[in-house]
T-cell receptor, first 113, second 114 residues
């Protein structure tokens, strides 16, 4: 059974700092890994999707990397802004069951002005 | 706006009542997913459809839960005889007909069972 863990559960940083969010998973037989952002009481917004054959993806100030063999992904946020404050979730989709994504419980990020 | 929409956004009901939620996916998306999320947790998979076929149901989906996607477009999720433990955010997502595709989520329906 796939398990996804995100550490830390919460993170507070001053504006402008670069930061890294971590995601680990127990079963490396994945199709892809997706990072989402969730604002309080809202749905999920897709940030980046990395296919199992890829090592990283970039979008603006965000860079996500994937090390499938070690079961890890990181989301790097450059020059953080107060508007980045949200919960960040990672989700993996298995090769053995491509309809289902397994989510971590997220890291809640607060960027202080 | 052509994103995923869900209705209603909020539902308050009494224990024992039945509720039904609706999800309208992005128009060209063949796959549709239902998840449930409780406070402080990540979403948990409930079920997914490819077109009108329901291809998998989680063990979380007890006999009181049923989902349909009759014409391969919108989907409904019904909960019968609601219990307080059913209180959660119910999220719908859709994707194109590929396992590798990005999932796009709707805003969710927040259910409160009194």
């Amino acid at each position: 059974k796939q398990e996804v863990t995100q550490i830390p559960a919460a993170l507070s940083v001053p504006e402008g700092e670069n930061l890294v969010l971590n995601c680990s998973f127990t079963d490396s037989a994945i199709y892809n890994l997706q990072w989402f952002r969730q604002d309080p009481g809202k749905g999920l917004t897709s940030l980046l999707l990395i296919q199992s054959s890829q090592r990283e993806q970039t979008s603006g100030r965000l860079n996500a990397s994937l090390d499938k063999s070690s079961g890890r992904s990181t989301l790097y946020i450059a020059a953080s802004q107060p508007g980045d404050s949200a919960t960040y979730l990672c989700a993996v989709r298995q090769r053995t069951n491509a309809g289902k994504s397994t989510f971590g419980d997220g890291t809640t990020l607060t960027v202080k002005p | 706006d052509t994103g995923v929409s869900q209705d209603p956004r909020h539902k308050i009901t009494k224990r024992g009542q039945n509720v039904t939620f609706r999800c309208d996916p992005i128009s060209e998306h063949n796959r549709l997913y239902w998840y449930r999320q409780t406070l402080g947790q990540g979403p948990e998979f409930l079920t997914y459809f490819q077109n009108e076929a329901q291809l998998e149901k989680s063990r979380l989906l007890s006999d009181r839960f049923s989902a349909e996607r009759p014409k391969g477009s919108f989907s409904t999720l019904e909960i019968q005889r609601t219990e307080q433990g059913d209180s959660a955010m119910y999220l719908c997502a859709s994707s194109l007909d590929h396992s590798t595709d990005t999932q796009y989520f709707g805003p969710g329906t927040r259910l409160t069972v009194l």
